[in-house]
């Protein structure tokens, strides 16, 4: 059983836009939607899936993408180009556009919309991880396909600079397939405990 989040396979490939529907992102101490407003804290959304890769931003022109494929080591990063092309970074200090994120894709459980979670940071990083193990605990307990039903919030952590904040995602249920959707899942390429 692997230990990355349930992965939609087909969503892994080089410049394509892994973003489903609208995106979110954590802003300071809570989780907000495309245009910056808080997500509402009664809201839950089901985990459908994860990616990972690197994303190159630059003003005016679409992201550009380089994808992890499932069961396959982190790619390299992109070649940077010249560091007098940087941008700068919170510190004032030239950083290479490329940047390595993780991607939550998210079911609303009450509107059934779907949206993306985003993030490039250190705290959304460890957020995505302890969710990935409590997913593979449950997948051992459980013996089947899961996926966590989450609450979007904030939660402490430690960095260089004192306590910051960080997303979190809260589970506050689990979705079990059947044996049914399983066989189904299992027929359209998942593998290792993946949702598709």
Known sequence: MNSQLPTLQRWFVDNV???RGLKKRFLTDRVVDHNK?????DRTFIVTGSAEGWR???KGEPPRWTMRTAGQPRPQRPECGDESDWPL????????PWKYVNLLYLLDAQTGEVSTFETDSIGGGIAVRELADQIVAMQTTEGALVAPVVALEAASFKT????????????TGWKIANEKQAALAISYGADDGELS
């Not at 970074?89 to 290479?96: E, L, R, S, T, V």
């Open 56 to 58: 190159f931003l630059t």
């Open 160 to 171: 260089r600079y004192g306590q910051k904040l960080r997303p979190h995602f809260r589970i």
């Open 17 to 19: 836009n892994p973003v």
């Open 37 to 41: 407003s808080p997500v509402a804290a």
């Open 89 to 96: 970074d919170f510190n004032g200090q030239p950083a290479c």
